[in-house]
């Protein structure tokens, strides 16, 4: 019985052992092609966020402030009202003008109706040249009388239209600088608008970098404290360099995005030289280790970690030397976060 037990044991053990020696299953991966292109080599700077358009907003007519619309970091559309004036006198200006024109109005049919009266007397001989011609001035100066209170009618009601004080452009409200009950003139600032079509990233490079820049380019920018990466467009590079620094502005449009603001940090990749022939590999091939970067291949069902030299970094592509990769080898971007160096791995579709 003794021997029985102890042959059961053995057996055991000897299984376990011979389990232990296979080793962990497989660890499942995702790999990707490494392709063969020109591409330039690239620095990553850091600029600042500002608004290419900023606009001092003001109103065309005096008046008292009675709503204001606007606070710092609101975000408006065109067209939208930033603040309203009062409109009392106006309105009763215009009430005025509309009784003086139906006055003027009474005194033309009046007038009128006896200039009628004496055109016919003077064909008969029965009415003096002079009075029909007294008639006959009378009712062009009325009509005068009456086209002017029409326009002076016309000016109040644009007066009233411009009493609102409306957004040139679609936009975010950088400083509020009217409250109300204020009273302002004629171009008076009531704010200060940046126009969100207008979103740059302002990026001091040297002046050796400039001959590589060119208007229209794709940029990759990095906005860390929104955590939000988006592409840019090369715009302009500034006509006047430092002269200590010997350093120009470059100007990337971005797109805005609700959160950014003035002189905000975000980097990015400028090219710095010309294009060559580099490969390129996914991005989250990429893993750090000790201030370096790697990549791990899959050679023989196993994981090979391979040391590279970073270029560039276009978008979620990352441009390397051609050594030790080679084009057409297949590099692991799902999965490699949690292998070691010769672990068996099984390569799964994307």
Known sequence: MNLSRFTAVLICALAALSSSAEGPP???????LVKQQQVS?????????DFDRVSNVSGEVSGLIVQQRTSEGTEVKQGETLVELNTDFIEMDMEIKRKQQAQAD?????????????????????ASRQAYDEALYDHRSLQKRRETLGLELKRLQLQLEKSSVLAPFDGIVLEKLKENGEWIAPGTAICTLASSSDLVVKVAISENLVRFQKPGQQLTV???????????????????ARQRSKSVTLKISIPYNSGMA????????????????????PRDALIRNKGKDFVYTVEEGKAKMLPVNVLTRLGEQAGIEPSPLQPGMQVIIDG???????????VQES
Do not use: F, H, W, Y
């Open 26 to 32: 497989p660890s499942k991966v995702v790999t990707a």
């Open 41 to 49: 080599p690239t620095s990553r700077l850091v600029g600042v966020i």
């Open 106 to 126: 009474a005194d033309l049919q009046k007038v009128g109706s006896s200039l009628k009266r004496l055109e016919s007397l003077l064909q008969k001989n029965s």
């Open 222 to 240: 990095d906005i860390s404290a929104l955590d939000i990466k988006l592409s840019g467009k090369t715009l302009a590079i500034s006509p006047v």
């Open 262 to 281: 003035r002189n905000m940090s975000a980097s990015l990749e400028v090219p710095s030289g010309d294009e060559r022939e580099m490969l390129l590999v």
């Open 336 to 346: 490699n976060d949690r292998l070691r160096p010769n672990q068996a791995v099984q």
